[in-house]
């Protein structure tokens, strides 16, 4: 895949992301595990939720650069890309709020399956996955186990954290924490999607390609 295609999908996998991020918001019914968490850490430290997800992805960024995992220009888009997308979604309100618990759920679900599609479009660029999918990536690589059960206990620890510093937490925030591993899981096999078969470049390797000066 030739590198303009490879940023078009970075881009479209950033923003279904996104998409799937805001339509969990609006379904009323409580904040995504993430969103706990950075609501929670915000709270504690006087900044607002962008603020606060971005600190905590470049904790993340860390904690898996460590662990072995490449940094790349995607895992970098995607700390500042998505705060951007969400922030012109929720100000042009283009998704209603959902007033009732039967169009809250279904809308949640939406939301997660939409977040697992952006992952699966991002991830596949090579670019380099987001800090969070980084984290579920290492897990799986590191563990052996299947990568939705992964990408499940880490969003349970979210939750547990961010209610401990005072984040929202409501019916939808444990369906988002229990349900977005199988979202996950289920998307990633209906697309015969392997992630941890791809091969990310670093942010040099694309910096050299987007010079002309590797092939």
Known sequence: MKLPARFARLLTGLFFYSVGIVLTMKANIGYGPWEVFHAGLGKSIGMSIGNASILTGLAIVLMTYFMGEKL?????LN???IGIFIDILLGFEIIPT?????TGILLLLAGLFTI???SYFYIGSGFGAGPRDSLMVALTRKTGLPVGLCRGGIEVAAVGFGWLLGGMVGIGTVISALAIGLCVQVTFRLLRFDPTGVR??????TLR???GTER
């Open 72 to 76: 790349g220009f995607g895992t970098l």
């Open 79 to 81: 700390m500042v890309v």
């Open 98 to 102: 959902m007033t009732g618990w039967l």
């Open 116 to 118: 697992s599609a952006g």
């Open 200 to 205: 990310h470049e670093t942010l040099a390797q």
């Open 209 to 211: 390609l987007m010079r």
